[in-house]
């Protein structure tokens, strides 16, 4: 049985609208990160789950349970908030507690999940401090401690991480994915962080213009990107779009960039649209620095970037497509230097005119 399934679900704000005819389903366990831009309703579409927000129509289910009629409290969900508190004056145990002792579980209860959750968080040595006197990780964990010890079936975090240093979210996000691996329940996670997407989902749903692009694994999501929009935002460096034509041939689809170089991709040529402007999708690491053939460009360089395992090289073709490269960690490559491009057709994806993505079959 799905754990979450979402129906058509709708919103407006006045005559805005915000998430239009969302449906999704979530297996038990499972822990999906909802990537998007900002604005794109990631926090709506949380909020409408936990009940904070009402949708203007579809259904809303928990465990085989119809549930958006009922109030948060009812939904056996547990929320992190993108801006969350903790409350200054109480230590960690009675930050913990509060909402517990509200619902009336019993004392003994009580401790015993404070306990549970605070070893699987390794923050059972600090539950007498206040939050003034624990670092931000700490505090993050003492926000998600207190979603824990109401043993939801579905944990909603929005942006969890957001408001730590990139040092801190680092190590708290493989906390968060050793995390996953102790907690009974389905986890949903907003970013806008595709690394965090890529490194802690099972699925990534990503959002954009109020409705899902594409629901599927991170490596899917990378090496198959539904379309445009979804091969741009995932992946860094952006994927480079080169305005292409198809050249009549064989089985696989050959394409012609602007400056008249052919590339032999593998994808199936009849899946193609018949007619319409495509665009030739290329990562860097389709793009090497050198070599020789038919599937080379000459490009001019106008940036290299260096990350020490390899170096980066932004280019322009005599066309003026911008197009980025990779090249070896010690790379000699200038900038103002004339390279060689050597593109692998075999890596390339195609666009079509509506921005649908097609890519190659496995060798
Ligand atoms: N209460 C509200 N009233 C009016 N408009 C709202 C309200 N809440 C959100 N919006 C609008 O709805 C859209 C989606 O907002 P939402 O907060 O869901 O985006 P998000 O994807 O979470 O963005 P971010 O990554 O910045 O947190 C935005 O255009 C926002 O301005
Ligand atoms: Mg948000």
Redesign the pocket.
């Known amino acids: 049985m799905a754990s979450l399934e979402l129906k058509g679900v709708r919103k407006a ?2 005559a ?1 609208p ?1 998430l239009d005819d969302i449906s999704l389903s979530i297996d038990a366990r499972e822990f999906i990160a909802f990537l ?12 409408i789950i936990a009940g904070l ?1 009402t949708g203007d129509a579809g259904e809303v289910w928990l465990e085989g349970r119809r549930i958006d009629k009922l109030p948060p409290g009812d939904r056996g969900i547990a929320m992190v908030f ?1 801006h969350y508190a903790l409350y200054p004056h109480m230590s960690v145990r009675e930050n913990m507690a509060f909402g517990l002792r509200n619902a009336r579980v019993p004392r003994d209860e009580i401790e015993r999940r404070i306990a549970d959750a605070a070893r699987v968080l390794e923050i059972d040595t600090m539950l007498d401090r206040k939050p003034a006197a624990m670092s931000g990780g700490q505090r993050q964990r003492v926000a998600i401690g207190r979603a824990l010890v109401k043993q939801p079936s579905l944990f909603l975090l ?2 969890p991480l957001s408001n730590l240093d990139a040092a801190l979210r680092l190590r708290t996000r493989v906390e968060l994915a050793q995390l996953k691996q102790k907690v009974d329940a389905s986890v949903i996670m ?1 970013t ?1 962080d595709q690394a965090e997407a890529m490194t802690l989902a099972d699925r990534i749903i990503v ?1 954009n213009d109020r409705r899902i692009q594409q629901i599927g694994p991170p490596m899917e999501i990378y090496n198959r990107p539904a379309n445009v929009f979804v091969a741009q935002f995932v992946g860094s460096p952006a994927m480079t779009l080169a305005p292409a034509r198809k050249v009549d041939g064989g089985e696989f689809a050959s394409l012609q960039l602007g400056d008249g170089s052919l590339v032999e991709t593998r994808v199936p040529a009849s899946q193609l649209p018949g007619n319409g402007d495509l665009r030739l999708g290329l990562r860097p690491e389709a793009v090497r620095v050198g070599g020789r053939g038919k599937s080379t460009v000459k490009a001019k360089v106008e940036l290299v970037e260096r990350l020490g395992e390899r170096t980066l090289v932004y280019a322009r073709l005599k066309d003026g497509l911008a197009i980025t490269a990779d090249d070896e960690g010690d790379s000699k490559v200038k900038i103002g230097d004339e390279v060689p491009l050597r593109i692998d057709g075999a890596l390339a994806h195609v666009f079509g005119p509506d921005g649908s993505g097609y890519h190659a079959v496995a060798a």
Do not use: A
Request: hydrophobic share 25%; net charge negative; charged share 20%.
């Open positions: 704000f006045g805005t915000v998007g831009p900002s604005g794109s309703g990631k926090s709506t579409l949380l909020r927000e993108q929005d942006e907003v806008h959002m």
